[in-house]
């Protein structure tokens, strides 16, 4: 099986934001970058299913050059090798849905495993755009999976609850917090990625359906009041919240 | 003039949820702004509460309906609801941004060829242009941002926009549209529901515990202040990565965005990926022993106390009101 795996390069989630000057992004200087936290689950989950079924895992990422250390990232996890899809403008989610389904197809992966939504524009829907373009089943927000032949039976995460869908080859699964443990690099893992190959496609031909008119960071809250320090503030929490704020 | 506009709603076991009357009532407003008539599109086989859809200003509606599509189905919802947009020429499609929302919305927008926006906290129409704010980076930074492509999809945070029942609007007007052998490539065939939780998603109230409960065993004193509120129970990053709470609970950066009426923190510091994720709560109350902890700095009312005697105080004196 042939099995595609989609990384993305964010901000670690411990980053304060700044804006850039050009008020449309944010300022990347002295933010440190990670593999998206949820595509971690997506790499582990294609080394679990390589595992089982056999095959080959790919990691592909759109982005620039610094996306390759994720890529690597995903090497050293246990990927075979990785495609860096090199994008000369800013994609929103349908741009790089759509330069990820041109290299994917070409590759031939059917079964591809996407981080159910980075935590940089936290859109949520890569995976699920990129199954409608190459044509592919799609289950979202992942936190259980089982492949028999060509059967896939998976538990998605709802709203108070989960929902046990039923599908088939190809799909696009995308991970959520909960799949799996994913597994530390080993030395020797890391010591191997560098040597695997790291292919740069472009992306040419791809634009967004949107465009960012202004980043801002939200209006600053207003501290409000500590009502006390001890259990004889609690009617009066009870009385604000009541009388002031009017919400119980 | 903009061509019609849907507002795709969703039901779950033949009941139409909160979520998506906000939808409804986001794409009646857009309608009337673009000068545009707004359509209501359900999908799915019973439905008992069509008929409160016109209380949100749209006054015709539309059932897509099929046995086969009872429960949710990615292949056949998508394909049902493409096709209605075709036959309408839909301009806009506003969806809910819930489970349901997100895992539908992006695969229509590539069937129908639309650009999408996902999550919207405020849509304003600006020289016949809409232009949508959504957060980003977990509500660290928000955008403006607008459409390129001719056709729209937009999904609403739940929560966010208003949707007040107009009870003396007109009687709906619903059309029944038959799908014949609906695509089942993916379907649901079991539901598990967690038995009488509230998601924290959903929740207009949220009593949210962190590390300083000190362990599992204490978050009865976090349940049953929820209990007294009808509110849901969250959990911040630490204790869910501890196994003391289920990630559905998480609230903050790699767990869920929240924005409820009311958010009660217990015994949370406030590190930056949780603020991220429920700072946008209308009113936030901090309990927490340490004075300086970052979450009294987003608290609109605080007690720096020890959680383990103000939160029974507090449950009780809430009961004197219930």
Redesign the interface.
Known sequence: MKIAVCVSHV?D?????K?ANSG?D?DPSGVTFIIN??DEYAVEEALKQKEALGGEVTVFSVGGDANKESIRKALAMGADKGVLIKSENELD??GI?KALAVEIKNEGCELVFCGKQS???????VG??L???LGY?????V?GLKIEGNKI?A??????????????IPVVITT???LNEPRYASLKGIMGAKKKTIEEKSSANV????????????AP?Q?????????S???E??K???EE?K?? | MANNILAVLEQREGKLKKASFEAAAVASKLASELNCDAIAVVVGNEIINLNEVSKYGIKKTIHLKSSGLEQYSTSGYSDAVTAYAKTVGAEYLVFANTSLGRDLAPVVAIKYDAGILTDCTNIEVSDGDVVVTRPVYAGKAFIDIKFKSSKKILTTRPNVFKAEANNSAGAPEIEVIEIQSPNLNSRVIETKKSEGKIDVSEAEIIVSGGRGMKGPENFHLVEELAEVLGAAVGASRAVVDAGWRQHSEQVGQTGKTVSPTLYIACGISGAIQHLAGMSSSKYIVAINKDQDAPIFSVADYGIAGDVFEILPALTEEIKKYK
């Open positions: 901000p989630t411990a980053t304060k934001i804006i449309k944010i936290p949820y989610s349908i849905a935590v940089d524009y936290d859109d949520s829907i699920q755009l199954s409608a373009l089943n799609c289950v979202s927000t936190v039976t538990e998605r995460e709802i709203e108070g609850g989960r929902e046990v869908i039923e599908t088939q959520q917090k909960g634009e967004s359906s949107t465009e960012v008119i202004k980043m801002r960071k939200p809250k501290p409000g009041r500590i009502v006390g320090n001890d259990v503030a609690v009617p929490l009870v604000l919240l009541r704020a919400v119980i």
